[in-house]
C-alpha cells in the first residue's frame, strides 16, 4: 500500500531545511536523493539542473513556462535509479547560462530552494 502526500504533508517536508554538501563531481544518484520537493541542484560547470517534480511543486511546469516565454522547448531528460530503466530517478535539464539565470528566478519566486555546487565540496543555499 503506498501513502499518499497529502498538501499539509508537503508543507512540513518543505520546511526542512539540510544541508545536501554535493560537489560538482557529484553524480546523479546521490543529487536525487539529496533532492525534495521544493529543492533543486544545479552544477554551473555543466549549466545542468536536476530536479524531482511533484503534484505540490511543479517544478517541470515553472520550467516550461520560462521557455515558452523565450519561444524554446524544454528537453528534460529523465534519469533511472537501475540500468534497466524501471525505477525513475531525478529529471535534469541542460540549459545555456542564460536560461538558466532564468529558470532560476522563476524557482525562487514559486519558492523552490537552489542547490549550487561548487568546486570546493561546499554548497551555496539560496532560497527565496
Excluded: W
Excluded at 498538501?7 to 543529487?31: H, M, W
Excluded at 520550467?63 to 529523465?78: F, H, M, R
Excluded at 519566486?109 to 527565496?128: F, H, T, V
Aim: net charge negative; aromatic share 8%; proline share 3%.
Amino acid at each position: 500500500m503506498q501513502a499518499e502526500i497529502d498538501s499539509k504533508l508537503a508543507i512540513g517536508l518543505r520546511c526542512s531545511d539540510r544541508d545536501t554538501g554535493l560537489s560538482e563531481n557529484a553524480d546523479p544518484v546521490q543529487i536525487y536523493f539529496n533532492l525534495g520537493m521544493n529543492r533543486v541542484h544545479y552544477v554551473p560547470q555543466t549549466c545542468i539542473l536536476y530536479f524531482a517534480n511533484s503534484s505540490h511543486f511543479p517544478i517541470q511546469n515553472i520550467i516550461s513556462a520560462v521557455y515558452a516565454g523565450c519561444e524554446e522547448t524544454p528537453q528534460i531528460e529523465q534519469l533511472f535509479l537501475d540500468k534497466h530503466g524501471y525505477y525513475k530517478g531525478a529529471q535534469r535539464i541542460e540549459m545555456s547560462a542564460e536560461t538558466a539565470r532564468a529558470v532560476m528566478v522563476a524557482l525562487r519566486l514559486r519558492g523552490i530552494k537552489i542547490s549550487i555546487a561548487s568546486n570546493s565540496n561546499n554548497i551555496d543555499q539560496i532560497s527565496a
